[in-house]
Nanobody, 117 residues
């Protein structure tokens, strides 16, 4: 088991930026895969961005070129830099970690991101 704590959400105007952080309760160096998901009201939770233990990344088409996922192994922290935010990015954002290829996933409590003028 691993505990995940997100922070950095808030209210931002369209075109603005936010950086989300996910602090993990153990070393993230060898975690199989980590990711950011989001869930808007009335919609299913969806993958926004993922990063593997080898540093490979992947993004949802809707955020490519605007969002960047990264991690700092010294701080046991994963980040999501979100630029050029749009109202449709409004959602609760969740941090996810899958320790090994066969393990289940751990989730954070979520952080609200609202993009509105």
């Amino acid at each position: 088991q691993v505990q995940l704590v997100e922070s950095g959400g808030g209210l931002v105007q369209p075109g603005g930026s936010l950086r989300l952080s996910c602090v993990v309760s153990r070393s993230i160096f060898s975690i199989y895969t980590m990711g950011w998901y989001r869930q808007a009201p009335g919609k299913q939770r969806e993958l926004v961005a993922g990063i593997t233990s080898g540093g490979s990344t992947n993004y949802a088409d809707s955020v490519k070129g605007r969002f960047t996922i990264s991690r700092d192994t010294a701080k046991n922290t994963m980040y999501l830099q979100m630029n050029s935010l749009k109202p449709e990015d409004t959602a609760v954002y969740y941090c996810n970690a899958k320790l090994t290829v066969i393990s289940g996933s751990s989730w954070g409590q979520g952080t609200q991101v609202t993009v509105s003028s």
